[in-house]
């Protein structure tokens, strides 16, 4: 297969496409408290602000790749820019917490309308196993950078224009992806199958009705949405084994590379999906940061992301992916427990071990992805990178619910029992009580603790799968190039 001639143009245009959703995901992170004080949010409403987003996009992975197979790449991931503009668009103008979580969901539509698509395109026009992973150590670069400049962009934003300015950048972003799809990028589909709604729909039901079960872990097991999703996704799995025109490959999964690279990636997600919201509160409230410092503070982990990106795309393909998977989570492990270390009186210690947790995600990450990539056939690339995005996803909505809650219930038993409750579930509320704000920091300090030593724990079980299940073969410069049957691997985070 020849390479596209403009294919480092459309490498672009794939990466404006995942800026987009990069960049607002970060910089929400950092509005939340002013977001809260304009709209009169509770915290519930905080919560499904930030879920409903999460809860859409994973219900619809599947059903979208699946999609961007069959009517075209390039026209789903457009179709998903627009209605990700016209959602955010519409956000800026909620006047009410249940508008702004309307606007979410569209968001999460569009989003998972354009996910799939970037990868699978990429692995189109990038079909020499060497440019691949030169193209996609780049593209993960650039949306580092969009993890960088989206709490750094949004802080400033949202201080002096409001958090209204978080959903405004996303307009001219996803316009210019859109015009530059539709000029530069060739389309590309699978080969033409019966349509599979009966999958699609199961799909649909059980990964909403999983993800919904994980965001509500911190108040109890919803033992409804929880036999729903066991009921859907079992029928979705037996389907699609006997189905002649399954919509996704499960039998991929008996792939080695595709099982360990998946199942190690979800529980790296477990311990990177609270991370962010942890600090974010930590720096917030317990530290003092504005929303612009906050942004700024996470600097240090992102430039060494960036760093050992690359140095992981190179490791992978001299060492192995294993090799290097291993010691990128293991080096991970090591960073989220020192992040469990850091005290408010110590930004010294959280920074070197955003250091140490930024260079273990540059070298897991790119060996990781590259095995399971490369199990997957190019006629199934979108379908195939969408399994592989829901997983991920899976494990991000279960970290935030599984840290989310150790913080919560840490956070409780350290602070006084004369508080009052909302003190006690909230350090947003305890902080403005000057007699508990002391108390409140001191509880928080313990709350993150708790948590990161649990993504630590989760981290070490992924570099074991990993060690277990990834097989110990090179990749190098001299590779065979792809057949339809067989596609090369590559690297991204």
């Known amino acids: 297969m020849q390479p596209h001639p403009r294919r480092w143009l459309i490498l672009v245009v794939l990466c404006l496409s995942t800026l987009v ?47 961007s197979d069959r009517y075209g790449r390039r026209k789903i991931m457009v179709i998903g820019l627009v209605l990700f503009g016209a959602a955010s668009l519409a956000a800026t103008l909620a006047t009410d917490p249940g508008q702004l979580i309307a606007a979410r969901v569209a968001m999460g539509v569009g989003g998972s309308l354009i996910m799939p698509s970037t990868l699978s395109i990429l692995i189109v026009v990038f079909p020499d196993e060497v440019e691949r992973r030169k193209a ?53 589909k699978g080969p033409v199958t019966r349509p599979d709604p ?36 079992g029928a979705f799995v037996y389907w699609e084994l006997r189905t002649e025109h399954p919509m996704v490959p499960l039998k991929l999964f008996r792939d080695r590379d595709f099982a360990g690279g998946s199942l190690s990636l979800t529980l790296v997600q477990v311990g990177n999906g609270g991370l962010l919201l942890v600090l974010t509160q930590y720096m917030q409230f317990v530290l003092g940061y504005t929303p612009t410092q906050a942004g700024l503070a996470f600097i240090p982990m992102f430039i060494a992301s960036v760093v050992f990106n690359g140095v992981g795309a190179g490791l992978g393909g001299k060492i192995g992916n294993r090799t290097t998977a291993v010691v990128g989570m293991l080096v991970m492990a090591a960073g989220f427990a020192l992040l469990s270390f850091s005290s408010s009186d110590s930004f010294t210690l959280l920074a070197v071990a955003q250091v140490v947790l930024g260079a273990g995600s540059g070298l897991a990450g790119p060996s990781a992805i590259a095995a399971l990539m490369g199990a997957i056939p190019t006629e199934q690339a979108g379908v195939g990178s969408a399994l592989n995005d829901t997983i991920q996803q899976a494990g991000a909505a279960l970290g935030v619910a599984i840290l989310g809650s150790l913080a919560t219930s840490s956070y409780a038993s350290a602070m006084p029992a004369t508080a009052p409750e909302e003190a006690r579930r909230s350090i947003a509320a305890a902080v403005t009580d000057p007699s508990l704000a002391a108390a409140a920091r001191q509880a928080y300090d313990a709350a993150m603790s708790s948590a990161f030593l649990g993504a630590a724990a989760g981290v070490l079980g992924a570099a074991v799968l990993a060690l277990i299940l990834l097989r110990g073969r090179k990749v190098g410069a001299h590779a065979a190039s792809p057949t339809p049957q067989q596609t090369p691997v590559g690297v991204t985070t």
């Open 198 to 233: 009966l999958g699609a729909i199961l799909s649909m039901v059980g990964m909403t009705a999983l993800v919904w079960t994980i965001n509500e872990l911190a108040h109890g097991i919803a033992w409804t949405s929880l036999a729903v999703a066991v009921l859907a996704l």
């Open 136 to 188: 996609m150590a780049a593209g993960a670069a650039f949306a580092v950078l969009g993890l960088v400049g989206g709490p750094v962009l949004g802080g400033a934003l949202i201080s002096s224009l409001g958090w209204e300015a978080i959903f405004w950048i996303n307009v001219p972003l996803a316009a210019l992806a859109i015009v530059a799809a539709i000029t530069l990028m060739p389309e590309s």
């Open 21 to 67: 959703l990069v960049i607002d995901n970060m910089a929400l992170t950092v509005a939340v408290p002013s977001l809260a004080a304009d709209l009169g949010a509770t915290s519930q409403d905080i919560q499904w602000v930030l879920e409903s987003y999460m809860l859409v996009f994973a219900g619809l992975l599947l059903t979208a790749g699946s999609l």
